[in-house]
């Protein structure tokens, strides 16, 4: 009976604990103001799409994003550049997706007051659908569930959306997303996404996974290279058509009971779909700038070409120039920040 009651307790502590942390991060939500953004408009060559139903219009480059108090200043970051560089801005329509269990109005509030104009459409993510698949791992911040809503978008968005490009927030374009959203997927992919085989991919497994006779045979067949699921272009009907958000689920409950991963949300994606990714140049994720999982140190851009920066890892910009000590990159994060300093609230 002791040891109940001690649960229980426990139980309640860790719920009044996370309720004060999601009170805490919608406070600092609600103290960030942002400027609005300048409206960009179309080149004479655009094509036009529906106005009344921009969500289901084939002509338009549906983004999809996810939206929470702690990255909301990125997001705004994110959304100005694809805007910005652009060459049919207006025909850019965001699928934003937000955890049911906060407070929804709070990010609503602040897109709608930087970008009036903005064609775009918010849903709510049931945090429980991950939450209890969820296991520990080496940094706190890849364990929101919100981190996870990536791999149901396809039952999110509406069935009319057949494919859409999904960014993190800590990332600019730099250059035209139309680009990106072209990138052909073949006759059988469901990913498009730059990849990197020289990356140690047996690094993302544990000894665990790897001795096991069963598990060591995934990836047999499969030429498996390490890609960021931080920029994907998604064919949603080809995944739903493979109902690949429940494949990612049962590997989830596989690690639940084993630990065949470390980090969060990414390594379900490359057992599912590493060895079958359609090529996107690597100019659209220069990722890592964020440094190291652990340490956050300062990142040089990969050789070649630029099309995207992305902060990837434990350091983001807009926290390290907060703090006076950003990394040289950071500069080119910073002309895209929206966000009012404290002395323009009132103005």
Not at 197 to 216: G, R
Request: proline share 7%.
């Amino acid at each position: 009976m002791m040891a109940k009651q001690s649960l229980l307790s426990l139980l309640l502590l860790l719920s009044l604990y996370i309720t004060t942390l999601n009170a805490a991060a919608a406070t600092h939500s609600l103290s960030q103001q942002f400027r609005e953004a300048p409206e960009f408009y179309n080149s004479p060559d655009c094509p036009s799409i529906d106005t009344d139903n921009f969500i289901c219009s084939e002509e338009a480059v549906h983004v999809a994003m996810t939206l929470d108090a702690a990255y909301i200043r990125g997001s705004m970051a994110a959304i100005l550049s694809v805007l910005q560089h652009s060459s049919c801005p207006q025909n850019v329509v965001f699928h934003f997706v937000v955890s049911a269990s906060a407070n929804a109005s709070v990010p609503r509030a602040a897109i709608s007051a930087a970008f009036p104009y903005l064609k775009s459409r918010i849903y709510p993510f049931d945090d429980s659908a991950a939450a209890g698949l969820i296991s520990t791992s080496i940094r706190s911040a890849l364990d929101c569930p919100l981190n996870y809503a990536r791999s149901y978008l396809p039952n999110l968005l509406p069935r009319c959306v057949s494919k859409v490009i999904y960014l993190d927030s800590d990332l600019v374009l730099v250059d035209d997303i139309a680009k990106l959203a072209a990138t052909p997927l073949g006759a059988a992919a469901v990913l498009a996404a730059p990849e990197y085989c020289n990356a140690n991919f047996t690094a993302y497994f544990t000894p665990t996974f790897w001795s096991n006779p069963s598990l060591s045979l995934t990836f047999a067949n499969r030429k498996a290279c390490y890609f960021n699921t931080g920029v994907m272009v998604i064919d949603l009907r080809r995944w739903r058509a493979g109902d690949y958000t429940t494949q990612i689920e049962e590997w989830m409950e596989l690690q639940k009971r084993m630990r065949i991963y470390e980090l969060g949300s990414l390594p379900p994606f490359l057992l599912v779909f590493s060895g079958n990714i359609a090529p996107v140049d690597h100019s659209w994720n220069q990722h890592g700038l964020g440094g190291d999982n652990f340490r956050g140190l300062c990142r040089d851009l990969h050789p070649g070409p630029v099309s995207l920066l992305h902060w990837s890892g434990k350091g983001k910009p807009w926290a390290r120039l907060d703090a006076g000590r950003p990394c040289p990159l950071d500069a080119l994060w910073a002309p895209y920040d929206l966000l009012k300093p404290p002395f323009e609230f009132d103005s």
